[in-house]
């Protein structure tokens, strides 16, 4: 068994005093670092997501933050403008070795659809390019870790499982969002999925 660690969407505009801030998000950047070493493959995800995203609040005029919209794959929650290509906040976590990457997915650069799975856009068909990677390598045993919890972690995790990976989420090294309760939601979907949450 080859095994990779998926360290998902540590971004500027996810931690403290982002644009899409996620309470305590940089703290888990040292504990991430320091499991680097103990996994064959090191993948970093990477939202970036071009200006006026459809995603984006800002983009639907009377809406807010935190809403929901119907799109063409389903329900879509508006978040505020956030990891937009090319700017600081779509910039990784300073203190996060990124050197130690073998691979960089971007995701969310579809600006009709939003993508927080680091396999599929969220209509769950268009694939972001990274299970062909892992497949190619030999992956078969995945540990994520990252931002956030109920959102991206949580996609990516299903998928994952999905697709027939071992899966475990690190939860000491991951932080929610926790949105109308997304977060219970999220645990729950998990271990329906098979995914080890730890």
Request: glycine content about 12%; overall charge negative.
């Amino acid at each position: 068994m080859t095994h990779a660690l998926i360290v998902i969407d540590v971004q500027n505009d996810f931690c403290p005093g982002g644009a899409l801030a996620v309470a305590g998000g940089d703290e888990i950047v040292p504990g991430i670092n320091a499991l680097m070493g103990d996994f064959d493959a090191v993948i970093l995800t990477q939202d970036w997501h071009p200006a006026g995203h459809s995603s984006f609040a800002s983009s639907h005029a009377g809406l807010d933050p935190f809403g929901t919209v119907e799109m063409p794959y389903g329900t879509q929650v508006l978040w505020p403008d956030h990891c937009i290509q090319g700017s600081a906040g779509a910039a990784f976590h300073d203190g996060l070795n990124t050197d130690r990457a073998d691979m960089i997915v971007r995701k969310g650069y579809n600006p009709q659809i939003d993508s927080y799975s680091a396999f599929f856009e969220n209509d769950h068909e268009t694939p972001t390019g990274l299970h062909g990677y892992l497949q190619t390598r030999g992956i078969d045993r995945l540990t994520m870790v990252g931002l956030a919890t109920d959102f991206c972690v949580n996609f990516s995790a299903v998928d994952a499982a999905r697709l027939g990976y071992a899966v475990t989420v690190r939860d000491g090294l991951c932080r929610a969002i926790d949105l109308d309760g997304s977060l219970a939601a999220a645990m729950d979907g998990m271990a329906a999925a098979g995914v080890q949450v730890e």
